[in-house]
């Protein structure tokens, strides 16, 4: 059995940090009301950056991080829902701002906040037959742009960002993924594109319902795959940071340890496809997630969509 080896990861994320003390200046909401809900205190928004900039960013520092060469990646995937432009894609323009070779399989995937799951597996897959051994995988998204900022039920809960992985194929190494949708379009949907200004529409208890299902569902499934009895044989849980409720609520039905479940969404919010690749990064610089280490990841979100994966780090 072959699977993904992620070799380095990086992360970028615009200059601007909007606190809510500050967005309560704009929508009536205070700190108490968005942290006691959702365990965010701040988040990034860009200003002149776009989505590109960050993605490219993350990227380079991916790439330095696993001494990858352009002229050796064979794939460059790129999930978001918020990309510069419906055509050409984040992928392709990535490509030429990187300099990857003109055969490199280039192309955007929307799967919202599975997004990077989706295209870990998606180029893993693509890697078994790529002109060359390394792919990059990169979820950047400008949430900010997309979002009706005078709706205090959804301009709290979003961020801007990218986080980046250069991955390899690796043959004898253990992995198991799990992937879901729905085809729901009442719980979470963002208008666009056209001439009708974006804006996202969220049912945001039916969102949290759907959330703590799948996570916890999909957790299950794959420590039954690995032949894992308790989620506490495992050396880290990431899940797609968008609510602090959403996995305190996971972890205490599946009776964690104190600290197994990673949480970073008070500093960014909810970075949809980048959530989890932001979080890897953090991991790894701070020196928590170490090679060898067992680390179950979980992203959910519009489509309702929903896609995990258990590896070897
Ligand atoms: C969005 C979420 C935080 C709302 O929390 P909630 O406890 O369900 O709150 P409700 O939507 O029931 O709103 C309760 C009240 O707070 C108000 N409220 C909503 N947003 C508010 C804000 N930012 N500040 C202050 N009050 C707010 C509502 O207007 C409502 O007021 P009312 O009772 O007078 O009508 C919560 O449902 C959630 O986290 N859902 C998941 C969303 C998510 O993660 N989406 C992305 C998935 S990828």
Known sequence: ????????????????????????????????????????????????????????????????????????????????????????????????????????ICFDLNAACAGFLYGLHTAHALLADAPRPYALVVGAEVISRVMDHTNRNTCVLFGDGAGAAVVSREEGRSWHTVFGSRGDRSSIRVQGPGPVPSAIHMDGKAVFRFAVEVVEQSIRQ?????????????????????????VDHVAKKLKAREGLFYKNMDRYGNTSAASIPIALDELVQSGVLRPGMRVLTVGFGGGLTWAGALLEW
């Open 1 to 104: 059995m072959s699977a993904p080896q992620i070799l380095a990861t990086g992360r970028c994320l615009p200059d601007r940090v909007v606190t809510n003390e500050e967005l309560s200046k704009a929508v009536d909401t205070s700190d108490e009301w968005v942290f006691s809900r959702t365990g965010i205190h701040s988040r990034h928004f860009c200003t002149t950056e776009t989505g590109l900039d960050l993605a490219v960013n993350a990227a380079r520092q991916a790439m330095d991080r696993a001494r990858v060469t352009a002229a050796e990646i064979g794939v460059c995937l790129v999930g978001t829902f918020t990309p510069d432009h419906a055509s050409p894609s984040t992928a392709c323009l990535l490509q030429r701002e990187l300099g990857l070779m003109e055969n490199t």
């Open 222 to 246: 794959l420590l039954e795959k690995e032949g894992l009895s308790s989620v506490n044989d495992l050396d880290l849980v990431v899940c797609h940071q968008a609510n602090a409720r959403i």
